[in-house]
């Protein structure tokens, strides 16, 4: 790909004009970084370590989590070096390997946010068949299909970026590369690249989200039908984490991807950007340990194994 182009290293600006105020940013966003590898890792962990988690539920979240820590370690580690560092670049190549394994993990969070939505109709509206319709042999195909679909949405969406010839400016105004500040540095017409992006876009964030809907609407109007109080509580309960965090990611993606890179504004969609890679993967871990009870006991069931096991050994 770098044959067929005049630009051989792409120059991130990501906060640069921000000055000085970008060694505060780098201590915020260490401690965020952090707090999401503990979180998301204590997670997997728990799932893990846990037989009462063993559902199709925390199979999902396990996954969710998994995917979610890869995918800020494609940006953050480079983020925060370049917030400290004068040179900010970034090879053609490893740009696109950048965008590619981002964008893999992204869609592959959105596809796995519409599987869970179908795992809480199943559990709700359908629990006699529940077994049958969530086995681990469905879940293990669901989960397949997700990560496999989201790296060739992926390819196909980084391809039609790098295909492109780059022969003039190599300054990208952002932190690190998304398609609509790396596409807008094309020297060439890129209309039709970015109408199959964005037909790529409608599918993986219209399609789910509408699943979503129906799936939860569906879900209320069975736990309306609960008689007792407490029975629509919890019924409620273990939907409003997914909930949460599905309007977050959703949310911010839409605002990014559903439409043209010409109206890219750097300042706002940086911003924008900083919720969904930064505050999304800190909300999964945040959301299902405050708000989920059955978490919360495991925790503490973990760490009162992992002591005993500790005073047995000392």
Known sequence: MANSSSVTEFLLLGFSSLGELQLVL?????????????GNITIISVIF???????????????????????TIVILPKMLINLLSVLRTLSF??????????????VTNCLLLGVM???????ICQPLHYSILMSWRVCGQLATTCIVSGFLISLVGTSLVFILPFCGSNKVNHYFCDISPVISLACTETYINELVIFICGVLVLVVPLIFICISYGFIVRTILKIPSTEGKRKAFSTCASHLIVVIVHYGCASFVYLRPSAKYTSG???LVTVTYTIITPLLNPMVYSLRNKDVQLAIRKVIRKTGFSLKTLW
Do not use: N, W
């Open 93 to 106: 190549m490893s740009c696109a390997t950048q965008m590619f394994f981002f964008l893999g993990f992204a």
């Open 26 to 38: 780098f201590a915020v966003f260490l401690c965020l970084y952090l707090i999401i590898l503990s």
């Open 268 to 270: 706002k969609d940086r």
């Open 117 to 123: 939505g179908y795992d809480r109709y199943a559990a």
């Open 49 to 71: 370590l846990d037989r009462s988690l063993h559902t199709p539920m925390y199979f999902f979240l396990g996954i969710l989590s998994t995917s979610e820590i890869f995918y």
